[in-house]
């Protein structure tokens, strides 16, 4: 019973503070651990097994929380974030459940209880919450749905003997031949010959088993949470001008750049921020084609982009933040050179997309797409760039025959003058003070009542006297007007 | 009277590798343009894959930019397809009349740049570019050869649209061609201005209308 006592107080540390002086007594005798035995251990080992093997000291309390479905491994990521509120140790047990070390933390979370509760509020949607010395223990627990707590590593095997094996998660052909032998518990594992065990089913169970009652440590692999760069400068004196930031922000660059280059990543997104005394803060915010980890490239960039700004006051302080990061897919180099002996240009065009944009501005740079609609307003529109050569956008022809649509549209249709002609007491329209010629036509475009853009119009194809052919309609609708609205160009 | 004997010395003579001859220098890498009458006017039989390329026009519409519309085509659907880049249209590009001549709209880039020169020239030296239209009202001819040797970098083609006035002042361009309205109105009529190894001329084209 001494023995006992002895030992819980060894693996029971207090559960507020690890600064306490009992602690630091006891912890030279722990940390030394596996061959020199403490008998006190041997006495209480609760495997009955010839175990060249004892209880290896541990201090780590993992709280497991079982999720109620399997999740997507972004999901349990996303959970992992939140779980990284309670301690920076998290390990991620997919496909659903979260292993999080609560040693540390209990000080700070007001002891066992507060934290138990704190854990709880924060994964509601949780079925089980269980919390043993090692790993595997919590995570039995949590999936054979018993919410409890084992503080005590000596507790372990008989805190676990009754629950069934199906808990482990083993192969189930494992589960299955150790069922017809009668063994459907832990304990009654626990309790089989090692050396048998590990004969018929494999060192690796046996392995497990033996992490499960803190036999043999359980390191693992901690979840990190996504990186981000974030670096400030404060130069000596205030900057007035753009050469000044530049230079300024040089460093930051060059970090950022070695940042990049240690992950093997890029980023698409870099928000350069500059303080001012009085003013607010101005933004110079990058957005790349294609993940970039260049210093020479974003310092490029960032120049195009900073001779647009005016800064309204000196700069106090320069503020670099990256997006989030990306894995930076190394485009393989061609052997011809672009357009050389028909080589493509897959390398050069995000960075070329960049270069445009950074000093024209996103919206000045774009590619067009069809969108199937009546209107020709609605059926010509803006879209992204694409930097990489897709199969799938194979032309789409128009039921119509292509001399029939006019390359250029007029942004709105511009309305046309008449022109009066007195013998035939007719109006025609004219463009440029000249009258025009019908060519063909009326082709008539008309309704649009679901929605407020309706329209009614026929369309003509004229030619004017210079001999340029024009896609003109007359509104059907009084007061009747002529309008231009593309060019056959 | 030179021999059989002479004749086959003189062209081993001339297969040598060094020596360099004036009339190859005028040979150089075309594509067809879709236009029979106009492959047979250009020298090299097609639009020159490399250089300047101005054309003029008194206005828009008189058909300048169809002319292009078959090497488009085949451009954009090649498997190694650059974007065919517009700086500075004058209007909006009307997509659907594009993908019925057979274009593949993904491949074409527009630019919008109140001073068309620079972005022009950056389509044209990084290489990310199969053709550059481009439609500018004034250039300085020192301009111009800036953006010749551009041409040479990316091996990327720019063409010019200018105004008809521009026809008088100097330009550094290998093709230069003055469009004008066909007098039956069923086409177009190009006046060669300035043709670098070829000749000068009228061409008049039928478009299917």
Same mark, same amino acid.
């Given at each position: 019973m001494k023995h006992r006592q002895q030992t819980g107080f060894l693996f029971d540390?207090?559960?507020?503070?690890?600064?306490?002086p009992q602690l630091v007594e006891v912890a030279p005798a722990a940390a030394?651990?596996?061959?020199?035995?403490?008998?006190l251990l041997q006495t209480t080992?609760?495997?009955?097994?010839?175990?060249?093997?004892?209880?290896?000291p541990t201090r780590e309390l993992w709280a497991a929380v079982q999720l109620p479905r399997e999740a997507a491994l972004p999901a349990l990521q996303t959970l992992a974030l939140r779980a990284l509120l309670f301690t920076p140790r998290v390990s991620l047990e997919p496909p659903d459940a979260l292993l999080l070390e609560l040693r540390g933390s209990l000080g700070l979370f007001g002891g066992l209880k507060s934290l138990l509760g704190d854990l709880q509020a924060q994964f509601v949607m949780a079925q089980s919450i269980a919390l043993a010395p090692t790993p595997l223990a919590a995570l039995a627990l949590a999936r054979s749905g018993k919410s409890c707590c084992i503080v005590?590593?000596?507790?372990l095997g008989s805190r676990l003997?009754?629950?069934?094996?199906?808990s482990l998660r083993w192969p189930d052909d494992a589960i299955a031949r150790l069922s017809s032998m009668g063994v459907r518990t832990i304990g009654a594992a626990l309790r089989l010959p090692r050396a048998g065990f590990a004969r018929r089913f494999g060192p690796a169970l046996l392995d497990s088993l033996d992490r499960l009652v803190a036999r043999r440590s359980d390191p693992r692999l901690a979840f990190r949470a996504p990186e981000r760069f974030r670096m400030h400068c404060e130069p000596d004196f205030e900057l007035t001008g753009q050469a000044g930031v530049m230079r300024s922000i040089a460093p930051l660059l060059a970090t950022l750049a070695d940042f990049l280059r240690e992950r093997q990543c890029g980023i698409s997104v870099l928000l350069l921020r500059l303080v001012h005394r009085d003013h607010a803060a101005t933004r110079c915010l990058l957005r790349l084609a294609h993940p970039e980890s260049a210093a020479q490239q974003f310092a490029l960039l960032l120049e195009a982009q900073l001779q647009h700004l005016v800064l309204p006051a000196p700069v106090r302080r320069c503020e670099l933040r990256s997006g989030p990061l990306l894995a930076d897919a190394q485009l393989s180099a061609a052997l011809?050179?672009?357009?050389?002996?028909?080589?493509?240009?897959t390398a050069q065009m995000p960075a070329f997309l960049d270069r445009l944009r950074a000093r024209l501005?996103?919206?000045a740079v774009h590619g067009i797409c069809v969108k199937p609609a009546h209107r020709p307003e609605a059926s010509s529109l803006p879209s992204e760039p694409a930097t990489t050569h897709s199969v799938r956008h194979l032309p789409q022809c128009?039921?119509?025959?292509?001399?029939?649509?006019?390359?250029w549209l007029l942004p709105e249709p511009q309305q046309l003058a008449l022109l009066h002609d007195n013998r035939s007491a007719r109006a025609y329209p004219s463009h440029q003070g000249e009258r025009l010629t019908l060519q063909s036509g009326p082709e008539r475009l008309e309704t649009g009542?679901?929605?407020?853009?309706g329209i009614e119009r026929d369309y003509y194809i004229a030619r004017d006297a210079g001999g340029a052919r024009l896609w003109i309609f007359r509104q059907?609708?009084?007061?009747?007007h002529w309008f231009l609205h593309g060019i056959f160009c | 009277m030179p021999d059989a004997a002479t004749h086959s010395q003189l062209d081993q003579l001339l297969q040598h590798p060094a020596l360099w001859r004036?009339?190859? +220098?005028?040979v150089q890498e075309t594509w067809a343009t879709g236009f029979a009458a106009l492959d047979q006017a250009l020298p090299g039989g097609g639009?020159?894959?490399t250089g300047l390329i101005e054309l003029l026009i008194p206005?828009?519409?008189?058909g300048e930019l169809r002319l292009w519309m078959p090497l488009l085509a085949r451009l954009t659907q090649s498997a190694t397809a650059r974007w065919c880049a517009f700086v500075a249209p004058p209007f909006e590009l009307f997509a659907p009349a594009y993908a019925a001549f057979?274009?593949?709209?993904?491949k074409l880039l527009i630019v919008r740049a109140p001073q068309p020169l620079w972005a022009l020239e950056q389509t044209l030296v990084s290489? +990310?570019?199969d053709l550059s239209f481009c439609w500018m009202t004034h250039a300085q001819p020192r301009d111009l050869r800036r953006l010749g040797l551009a041409t040479e970098q990316g091996r990327t083609p720019a063409v010019i649209f200018r105004p008809l006035?521009?026809?008088?002042e100097a330009s550094p361009a290998a093709l230069r061609i003055a469009i004008e309205a066909d007098p039956q109105a069923t086409g177009l009529r190009l006046r060669f201005i300035k043709s670098r190894g070829g000749k000068r001329g009228v061409v008049d084209l039928t478009l299917d209308r």
């Open positions: 540390a207090p559960v507020h503070g690890a600064g306490e030394p651990a596996p061959r020199a035995v403490p008998p080992a609760v495997v009955a097994t010839a175990a060249p093997t004892v209880v290896v005590d590593a000596t507790q003997a009754a629950l069934p094996l199906q011809w050179k672009p357009g050389e002996h028909g080589g493509g240009a501005g996103s919206q128009p039921p119509w025959a292509a001399a029939r649509r006019p390359l009542w679901w929605d407020e853009a059907i609708e009084p007061p009747r | 004036g009339r190859s +220098a005028a639009w020159p894959r206005c828009h519409g008189l057979g274009l593949r709209l993904d290489g +990310a570019c006035g521009a026809e008088r």
